[in-house]
């Protein structure tokens, strides 16, 4: 069950053009976390698992009011 203070971020990876990649390579990343801002959760998501300007943010779902 989902408590009303948790909000979910979900990053993914932009398109390395003329890139080479190799794999196995994680392209999306869900993060749940507990309290804040939409802009803390973020910015707390990208300090705790490294998440550089290369991540970007494709959905936010923030508590229920």
């Known amino acids: 069950m989902k408590h009303y203070q948790d909000s979910s971020v979900e990053f993914a990876r932009k398109p390395q053009l003329n890139k080479i990649s190799k794999y196995p390579r994680s392209n999306r990343i869900v993060v749940d976390l507990y309290g804040g801002t939409a802009e803390e959760c973020i910015q707390k998501a990208r300090e705790e698992f490294g998440l550089t300007e290369e991540w970007e943010v494709v959905e936010f779902e ?4």
């Open 62 to 65: 923030g508590p229920e009011v």
